[in-house]
C-alpha cells in the first residue's frame, strides 16, 4: 500500500516507517501539518497514518479538511491522548480508526491492514487466515488452531505468532520482535522476548511431535514446518 505517515516525534517516525517498509508498504512522511494536507491532496493514499499534534496545523483539522473535500482516504489517529472526549474529537473530524500512544506496532499493522482492506474491498483483500504446516491463525475471529485443536492465546502471544507467521521461515532478530509487537521505546536488552517465545512453545509445539517455532543461535527465531 501507498501510506502517508504524519508524526513530528521523529524517532518515532523513523521506527515506524522501517517497519512499515519492511512490511513491504511505500511511504511518504512528514512531521508538518500543513505540509501534510499539501501532500494528501495531492497524492493518492491508501491509508493516513496522522498525529493529532503537529506544528502549523493539527490532525484534527486536516481531516476535516479532506473530508470536507470528500477525501474517502481511511485516516489512522494517533495520540497521547486516551480520554472519550479526544477520541470522540477524532472521529467526529473524519478518523476511521484511533490509536493510543504508547503503541505495539504489531498493532499498528494490523490496524493499517484492516483500513486497507476496508478501502480495497473486492478488489482482491488479504486473506485473513495465516497457515504454517498444520498450524492456522484467523485473524478475523482471533483464532489460532493447530491440526484443527483450538489453542487459546493472550492478545501478546497472538500478536508475536501473527509476527512470526507473517514472515514464515525468515529469521526475526529480538530487537525485531520487540519493535513490531512491544511498545517501541521498550529497552532492547529486555528478555520479554524469550519468555513470550516459552510461553508460544508451551501452547503450540509442546504437544506435538513437529516443532515449528525454531531458535537460530545468536540471531533469533522463526516459524516454519519441516
Known amino acids: ?74 485516516i489512522l489517529m494517533l495520540t497521547a491522548r486516551d480520554s472519550i472526549k479526544d477520541r470522540v474529537t477524532g472521529l467526529d473530524a473524519g478518523a476511521d480508526d484511533y490509536l493510543v500512544k504508547p503503541f505495539a506496532l ?46 487459546e492465546l493472550t492478545t501478546k502471544e497472538f500478536a508475536l505468532l501473527e509476527t512470526l507467521m507473517r514472515h514464515p521461515g525468515q529469521v526475526l532478530t529480538r530487537s525485531q520482535l520487540l519493535d513490531l509487537v512491544w511498545s517501541y521505546d521498550l529497552l532492547t536488552e529486555s528478555n520479554i522476548v524469550d519468555t513470550y517465545i516459552h510461553y508460544l512453545r508451551n501452547k503450540i509445539d509442546r504437544d506435538f511431535d513437529q516443532k515449528l517455532i525454531r531458535t537460530v543461535r545468536g540471531a533469533g527465531y522463526s516459524i516454519r514446518a519441516s
Open 1 to 74: 500500500m501507498h501510506l502517508l505517515l504524519v508524526e513530528d516525534e521523529r524517532r518515532l517516525a523513523v521506527a515506524v516507517r522501517r517497519v512499515l517498509e519492511e512490511e513491504g508498504h511505500v511511504v511518504d512522511m512528514t512531521g508538518d501539518g500543513a505540509d501534510a494536507l499539501a501532500q494528501a491532496e495531492a497524492e493518492e493514499y491508501d491509508v493516513i497514518v496522522l498525529d493529532v499534534m503537529l506544528p502549523s496545523m493539527d490532525g484534527y483539522e486536516i481531516a476535516r479538511r479532506l473530508r470536507s473535500s470528500g477525501d474517502p482516504t481511511p
Open 106 to 151: 504489531a498493532e499498528l499493522l494490523a490496524r493499517i491492514r484492516a483500513l486497507g482492506r476496508r478501502n480495497h474491498m473486492g478488489n482482491g483483500a488479504e486473506s485473513n487466515v495465516l497457515s504454517v504446516g498444520d498450524l492456522e491463525l484467523d485473524l478475523r475471529a482471533r483464532e489460532a488452531l493447530r491440526d484443527g485443536k483450538r489453542i
